[in-house]
Structure formats: C-alpha cells, structure tokens
C-alpha cells in the first residue's frame, strides 16, 4: 500500500469552529489531492497542489483552504466548519506523467461531522 | 458538476456471473481510469485506458473505449463475492493534472 496517512480519521465539531485535516505520505509524489465523498456526489475534488507552496482549486473550493510547506504534507483548514461541510474527506497521491496521467493513491478517509 | 456518470448506479447479481458497469463523459480526455471502493475504505486503482486505446485487459477486467460516443465501459467476468464494492470511472481532461469522478455503481454479488 502507498504510504498515506491522514489524520484525524474521525472528528466531531460544531459549526463555526476551524478544522484542519492533515495527510501525510512517505511515497515523495509530486501531485496531492483533496476529495470528498457524499452520497449522490461521488468524489468532488477541493483542492490539489502540484509541489511545494504549489495549489490550486477544484470544483468545489468554497469554504476550504490548503498548505504545502514540505512535499509530504498537505493540510485542508476548514476556516469556519458548517454543517453542509459535514463529509467524508480523501486524500489522494499521484506522479502525474503529463499526457500519460497517473494512478491516484488514496488515503483511508476522514469522516468530518459538523453539528 | 461530474464529469463522468456511471450506468447502473446499483446491480446485484449472483456469483459466478459477469458484471458491466458503463460510464459516459462530457469533454475530450487524456485518459480513462477506473477504481473500486470498499466499504469504509479509500479507492483502490483498478486499470487506466488511454485515448488512444480501445480496450484493455487486466485478469479479470476488460476495459473498452470509445471516445467517439464517450463512453467506457468496465466487465468484470466470472465475479466474486470479494468483488462486492462500488466502483468509479474517473477521467483527466486534456491539460490537467487531475481527476474527476462520477458518482459510481455499486456492485453486489450474491453468494
């Protein structure tokens, strides 16, 4: 298994609080990614980061922010958690070859409950 | 809004038998992939078909391709309960370094 490993698995919190969700790898992959799963969604991705300091939105950013200071760190904050922030929250890995593309390895999930 | 959309959204069918899940997409793509989810678990990457290709095989997966009607579909052939997951095709628009999901079929296979 790729080496991913996100933090906290799971995690209650009340509206309004912040939240920061952290995944680590070992694997040195270039490419990271933040998704979350909801029912009727599928997979909708957050935020990615391409290298170090290197991020940029995805289809549903709104609410979210992201850091990469060190390749094998990426952090998602949720600023001011609301209930609609209520998720399962993957992490995924990837040498992305340009054209060719790239497998994504996942994470085992965050479960985020926001009351 | 998703890229891709899985067809159908659940099957359940009896051991033994062959499993087709279909996926339909919107815009040009650099390649197809599709992964399996477990119960409670992250998803695991089952196979990638490029835009050139038609088909692909790997073990008991077959993998088509046409770009022309922008489909993909996913056969899984003699199934298994431990085939029991949902499943996602994802594809990457040209130019991007990123993948968008559809929302998946789950598959159930019945001992």
């Known amino acids: 298994d790729a080496g991913i490993t996100q933090s906290p698995r799971h995690k209650v919190t009340e509206t309004g609080t912040p939240v920061t969700l952290r995944c680590h790898q070992t694997?040195?992959?270039?490419?990271m990614y933040w998704y979350r799963q909801d029912p009727g969604h599928g997979l909708r991705l957050i935020h990615y980061?391409?290298?170090?300091?290197?991020?940029d939105k995805g289809e549903v950013s709104d609410g979210y922010s992201v850091s990469r200071s060190k390749t094998e760190d990426f952090l998602l904050t949720l600023e001011s958690a609301t209930s609609s922030q209520t998720s399962v929250y993957f992490c995924?890995?990837?040498?992305?070859?340009?054209?060719?593309?790239?497998?994504?390895?996942f994470g085992e999930g965050s479960r985020l409950t926001v009351l | 809004s998703q890229q891709g959309e899985e067809d159908p959204q659940a099957l359940s069918i009896q051991e033994g038998e062959n499993a087709t899940m279909n996926c339909s997409y919107k815009?040009?793509?650099?390649?197809l992939q599709w992964y399996r989810q477990n119960s409670g678990r992250g998803l695991v990457h089952l196979i990638l078909?490029?835009?050139?290709?038609r088909e692909k095989h790997s073990g008991r997966l077959r993998v088509t391709l046409d770009t022309s009607k922008k489909s993909s579909s996913l056969l899984i052939t003699a199934s298994r309960a431990a085939d029991t997951a949902s499943y996602f095709c994802?594809?990457?628009?040209?130019?991007?370094?990123?993948?968008?999901f559809g929302q998946g079929t789950r598959l159930t296979i019945n001992p």
């Open positions: 995924a890995i990837s040498e992305w070859q340009g054209a060719q593309g790239g497998e994504l390895f």
């Open positions: 078909i490029r835009s050139n290709e």
């Open positions: 994802a594809t990457s628009d040209q130019g991007a370094q990123k993948l968008v």
């Open positions: 694997e040195n992959h270039r490419y």
């Open positions: 980061s391409y290298g170090v300091k290197d991020t």
């Open positions: 815009t040009s793509i650099n390649n």
